[in-house]
């Protein structure tokens, strides 16, 4: 596993030096290094999980080491980060692998001078037990550490939704998130796609909780799969989902979706619509447009319409829909199990993003006719970000009444706004708002 370890480790010092996506540097990274399934599988595990724990595995070097933090090389602390996670969070890596892999990967990212500490400073650890000490911290700082939440993200949930709920919320950013896709059925129908899928390989199974959405596991390279191929379903967590129902299209239905790329919520509002009326899914880069063209020309919907579009510039040449879904650009605090270097931005970073989002909800509600739906959404928990932009809207728009949209969901607030969390919901953390136009 060593080529799995260095391959994770020098992503690890690229993700810190480059403003990417971890999961961008991820695929492209596995696609060129000419790994096993095994080794990309390690070297996956290996990147996202030192990613997602990197502020507790900080409070550990910094806890053991001789040297002050910022004092260390960056090879160092990246290769004591990889080392300090497999021993803490893989069980399936012995010890000693973990400590020897470590010194090697000190000769060959060329620290040299760092193998001597790095060896001494694992073994150290395994001595005293792995013990990490929170002792004499505030609440705040305690959490923050546990679950390797920035300060800012757990005082902010502790305040905005309660101990319990934020909590939750950072346990839930942790560890792999859940896979689920979205059954195309135009094409198909949920059991003779889980029966499909079990024969190519992959477990599958049907959400219990929610018609037409069904869990994978072990599904390996998802895009190779025949029934990817031949459209029968495409990937969309439950939170996604959700919000499409919310909305609530229905056949021969002119439907807009503002910020629609990669596509997900346009392929499932089609779908609902039976392949039938128009769905017009916009997004402001054309490769991005191209995107959702190739999707829906995958699965077979005709009856999507990718263009290009900025969402806060009212356009004349779109028309008046019966139902708008405004999903905007958001601080993605709600899946931050899948992106976990949102975690390391800062509070201030995310500050203009509520001035945004109204801009794109004012114009969008410029798109509806009397009498139709606006929802609302984000994927993310945040007060300013979701209730407020909601709140504003209605107070100011009396030609908009926020209405409760019932969706078949068990957990499902009987409230116009429904804020949706990862462990109570089963998806990522989410919010809509739902208005109708009246005269």
Not at 181 to 190: C, E, F, L, Q
Not at 269 to 297: C, F, H, Q, T
Request: glycine fraction near 6%.
């Amino acid at each position: 596993m060593s080529d799995a370890r260095l391959t994770a480790v020098k992503l690890l010092l690229k993700l810190e030096s480059n403003a990417s996506y971890s999961n961008i540097l991820l695929d492209n990274a596995l696609s060129e290094q000419g790994l096993s399934e095994r080794e990309k599988a390690f070297a996956a595990a290996l990147f996202y999980g030192v990613t997602e724990r990197r502020l507790t595995l900080d409070y550990i070097i910094e806890q053991n080491s001789r040297i002050p933090f910022r004092k260390l090389e960056k090879e160092a602390v990246a290769v004591l980060r990889a080392g300090f996670y497999q021993l803490l969070y893989m069980p399936s890596v012995p010890e000693s692998a973990a400590v020897n892999e470590s010194v090697k990967l000190c000769r060959k990212l060329k620290a040299f001078g760092a193998e001597g500490f790095v060896n001494g400073m694992l073994r150290s650890f395994i001595r005293n037990g792995k013990k990490i000490s929170f002792e004499g911290l505030d609440e705040v700082k305690k959490l923050s550490l546990k679950y390797s939440c920035p300060e800012w993200i757990a005082a902010k949930w502790l305040r905005e939704y309660g101990e319990e709920n934020a909590v939750k919320a950072m346990e839930a950013s942790l560890g792999a998130p859940p896979l689920y896709a979205r059954v195309n059925s135009t094409k198909i129908t949920d059991d003779e796609l889980v029966n499909l899928l079990k024969k190519e390989g992959v477990k599958a199974e049907r959400n219990p909780r929610l018609n037409g959405c069904i869990r994978l596991e072990k599904a390996g390279e998802i895009e190779k799969l025949d029934s990817f191929k031949a459209g029968l379903f495409h990937v969309q967590d439950v939170s996604s989902q959700l919000c499409c129902l919310t909305l609530r299209p229905i056949v021969n239905e002119t439907v807009i979706d503002i910020c629609a790329a990669p596509g997900g919520k346009t392929f499932t509002m089609a779908e609902l619509m039976g392949n039938n009326g128009r769905v017009l899914s916009l997004d402001l880069y054309d490769g991005r447009v191209n995107l959702i063209a190739e999707g829906a020309k995958r699965l077979g919907l005709r009856i999507v319409e990718p263009r290009q579009n900025n969402a806060v510039k009212f356009s004349e040449e779109l028309p008046l829909a019966d139902r708008v879904l405004c999903d905007v650009p958001c601080s993605g605090l709600g899946v931050i199990r899948r992106k976990p270097e949102i975690k390391y931005k800062t509070e201030e970073e995310f500050e203009e993003l509520p001035r945004l989002q109204r801009a794109i909800l004012e114009v969008s509600a410029r798109y509806v006719r009397e009498g139709g739906t606006l929802v609302y959404s984000t994927c993310t928990l945040s007060r300013a970000e979701n209730d407020e932009v909601a709140r504003d809207f209605a107070e100011n728009h009396p030609e908009f009444s926020p209405i409760v949209q019932t969706i078949p969901y068990d957990t499902a607030e009987n409230s116009p706004t429904r804020t949706f969390f990862p462990e109570k919901d089963g998806g990522d953390g989410f919010f809509t708002a739902a208005f109708r136009r009246i005269k």
